[in-house]
């Protein structure tokens, strides 16, 4: 291996509740190595009764001396964090890579952006500042911004570490609590980060983790003391959480499917495009809500695009995630059947395949989770493949005569999380990012920009934001006061 395989997996057989590792009897999750097969960790199934005393920690966290923490103080510590996962780094993104599968490099990046949101929601914590309003000569209003209280963090399965830094560090500068139920696939990343909060200094119970199954994540997102449920994963779990969630009623924030389309017109630039679509589709090898999966283009720019993109692909290097190629393993057997699914669907549909389509399993890892690139040319706008999510690096290619119909095949899906064009007359490219149906979209340069900026989707897509300053509302109740005097 180029880098370390992690010997201490098996420790993380725990679920970390009021700073203490809690075992528990029964049934366990086994998480395996998706390159390999091998066996990581052994997690227990978190029961109704485990997630209750998670909340009830939280609670009394945020009652105790976290509720009385001065702003300037909470922000300390977890700039400490965001050193502290710094410093831990290569153990969390060989973890990480172990877990996922995703290449070193790429999970070695996924660790950077946690630290890096818990630096930027660090320095938020103390201008969280209220506002007065006009209210007349004889009253005075004011508007003063509170934590929400206990916030229940559903985790997905492809980006485990940075998703739940991008939701628990805008839940801790707000002042609230947090507990987080990670994939039962990827559980081991949380719990490691978990470990070093409370290395920090950060108060026991203020962050605490509860491995499990669906049952779990429905026990957190319908117990009566969670104030907002915050869920990242597949449009179809995101209603049960939704429903799960509205009895009592707690604040929702979904972050679900996509089909995001990738439009390329007359006169872009090829190249630019290629590296786009590439960073979009075998990135994480496609296991990405934003992955650009629809490629709309120009008729006398389809074929360039495809061979050069084709080209790409074949020269993109499979391997075991830490000897950091270009394209690792998918999250598990069992999800590669999945993918393959649809590509088998599609043939039979007689749709062309011109590229992959099929497993790519290397010689040292034979029984992995590998899957080619893979590329549909000329799809029908309504095919099952150009639909749904394949959530794999599985590409459908569609003719745009022209911007207005471009706009259109982008709009025909029932997601709305990304958009990206690729166009050198900005009036058609603002035209586009103007009437798309995308809560952010990219102009000449897919997926490129920062973690600050506001996400989240429209239509079925999501509800809410996550990232930079718009995040905060999610976590924060507006209390307003008025004196009569």
């Given at each position: 291996m180029k880098y370390s395989y992690p010997t201490d997996t098996e420790q993380f057989d725990f679920h970390l509740i009021?700073?203490?590792?809690?075992?528990?009897?029964?049934?366990?999750?086994?998480?395996?190595?998706?390159?390999?097969?091998?066996?990581?960790?052994?997690l227990p199934i978190g029961t109704a009764e485990i997630v209750s005393d998670a909340v009830a920690?939280?609670?009394?966290?945020?009652?105790g001396n976290w509720g009385q923490l001065a702003p300037y103080d909470r922000a300390?510590?977890?700039?400490?964090?965001?050193?502290l996962i710094d410093q831990n780094e290569a153990r969390l993104a060989a973890l990480e890579t172990v877990n996922v599968g995703k290449p070193y490099s790429q999970a070695l990046r996924d660790v950077g952006r946690t630290a890096k949101y818990f630096r930027f929601y660090a320095g938020v914590c103390d201008k969280l500042n209220g506002e007065t309003v006009s209210l007349g000569p004889d009253q005075t209003g004011w508007v003063q911004p509170e934590p929400v209280g206990v916030t229940a963090h559903i985790l997905p399965w492809n980006y485990p570490i940075s998703t739940f830094a991008r939701g628990a560090a805008p839940a801790l500068a707000a002042g609230a609590t947090v507990v987080a139920k990670p994939a039962e696939e990827t559980p081991v990343s949380a719990l490691a980060i978990a470990e070093l909060v409370l290395k920090a200094g950060i108060p026991a119970g203020v962050l605490n983790v509860v491995c499990g199954d669906s049952s779990t994540g429905a026990a957190l997102a319908s117990h009566p003391d969670v104030a907002q449920v915050t869920f990242t994963g597949s449009t179809a779990t995101g209603r049960k959480v939704m429903q799960a969630a509205s009895n009592p009623i707690a604040g929702v924030t979904l972050e679900l499917g996509g089909k995001s389309p990738v439009v390329v017109l007359n006169g872009a630039n090829v190249d630019d495009a290629v590296a786009g679509l590439a960073r979009g589709i075998f990135f994480n090898a496609g296991q990405i809500c934003t992955a650009g999966s629809r490629l709309i283009v120009s008729p006398s720019l389809h074929d360039e695009v495809v061979e050069k993109l084709s080209a790409y692909a074949r020269g993109m290097s499979v391997d075991h995630g830490l000897n950091d190629p270009d394209l690792g393993p998918l999250i598990s057997l069992k999800h590669r059947d999945r993918v393959s699914g649809f590509a088998e669907r599609a043939r039979a549909d007689g749709l062309e395949c011109v590229l992959g389509g099929h497993g790519a399993a290397p010689a040292n890892c034979p029984g992995g989770a590998f899957y080619a690139p893979t590329i549909f040319t000329h799809v029908p706008v309504d095919a099952e493949i150009a639909q749904a999510e394949v959530f794999g690096p599985v590409l459908?290619?569609?003719?745009?005569?022209?911007?207005?119909?471009?706009?259109?095949?982008?709009n025909a899906t029932r997601y709305g999380l990304v958009a990206g064009i690729y166009t050198p007359d900005i009036t058609q490219a603002m035209q586009f990012a103007r009437n798309v149906e995308a809560g952010q979209v990219f102009i000449n340069g897919f997926l490129k920009g920062g973690d600050t900026?506001?996400?989240?989707?429209?239509?079925?897509?999501?509800?809410?934001?996550?990232?930079g300053l718009a995040a905060m509302a999610s976590y924060t109740a507006q209390k307003s006061v008025v004196i009569s005097h």
């Open positions: 009021d700073g203490q590792r809690i075992r528990q009897a029964g049934v366990k999750s086994e998480i395996r190595d998706p390159a390999n097969g091998q066996l990581v960790a052994q920690s939280s609670v009394q966290a945020l009652k300390q510590l977890m700039f400490r964090l965001a050193d459908t290619t569609h003719i745009a005569q022209d911007a207005d119909e471009a706009l259109q095949i982008a900026l506001p996400f989240g989707g429209v239509k079925e897509s999501g509800i809410g934001r996550e990232k």
